[in-house]
């Protein structure tokens, strides 16, 4: 039971490059999350799928998009990459997008820098 | 919309010193979880707690939610060098209506 996968771990892209980030859970969760983590920023949402078959924006969604591929998988995508974008991306899930069952699972995180 | 502030922002303790962080919501919750991210590693969910005034206890970790539902408080007592990492308080006022706090980073000094 490996809980969240995400990929890669480390990248370093250019200026306008495109990229997707990989993750998948084999906890059989139903909502799935992107988050990007900055110094002094805490962890900001940047899209959620409640369910398999919808994606929604969260706090940060500029320069992103999201697939949910199936009930297991959850890809970030950045069509251009920035400088802004230089962070450490998290994907989680949780079984429910509420109480009791929204405790938030994280993978291990991917180091991402843009020059 | 909703902000989810801690304090402090950094904290340096002395082995075996407790340590606080606080919690603070701009609106209402309908529980807080709160979790744990080691220097390096991934966050990890600690405890949730629900009801107003509710007080949970984790070993030397105490858990502690407002009356009013818009704060709350993590407490460590006697701390070690394990305890050393971020911590994150998260307000939730609904589905999918999760704010992560910006974060207490703690070290220990052996």
């Known amino acids: 039971n490996a809980g969240v996968t995400q990929t890669p771990k480390f990248q370093v892209l250019k200026t306008g490059q495109s990229m997707t980030l990989q993750c998948a859970q084999d906890?059989?969760?139903?909502?799935m999350y992107w988050y990007r983590q900055d110094p002094g920023m805490g962890l900001r949402l940047i899209y959620y799928?409640?369910?398999?078959?919808?994606?929604d924006k969260g706090e940060v969604p500029n320069g992103y998009n999201v697939s949910r591929l199936n009930k297991r998988e959850f890809s970030l995508r950045l069509e251009s990459a920035a400088p802004s974008q230089t962070s450490v991306y998290f994907c989680?899930?949780?079984?429910?997008?509420?109480?009791?069952?929204?405790?938030?699972?994280f993978g291990e995180g991917s180091w991402l820098t843009v020059v | 919309g909703q902000q989810v502030m801690q304090i402090p922002q950094y904290q340096h303790v002395q082995e075996g010193e407790d340590f606080t962080t606080y919690c603070n919501s701009s609106?209402?919750?309908?529980?807080i979880q709160w979790y744990k991210q080691r220097p390096g590693g991934h966050p990890v969910f600690l405890i949730q707690?629900?009801?107003?005034?509710e007080v949970k206890k984790q070993k030397r970790l105490t858990f502690q939610f407002g009356e009013a539902k818009k704060n709350s408080s993590l407490h460590i007592t006697a701390t070690q060098t394990t305890d050393v990492g971020t911590y994150f308080c998260?307000?939730?006022?609904?589905?999918?209506?999760?704010?992560f706090g910006t974060g207490t980073k703690l070290q220990v000094i052996p």
């Open positions: 989680a899930s949780s079984e429910y997008g509420g109480p009791p069952g929204n405790t938030i699972y």
């Open positions: 906890m059989n969760h139903n909502s």
């Open positions: 799928s409640a369910s398999e078959g919808t994606t």
């Open positions: 609106t209402t919750l309908s529980n």
């Open positions: 707690l629900v009801k107003s005034g």
């Open positions: 998260a307000g939730v006022r609904g589905y999918q209506k999760v704010t």
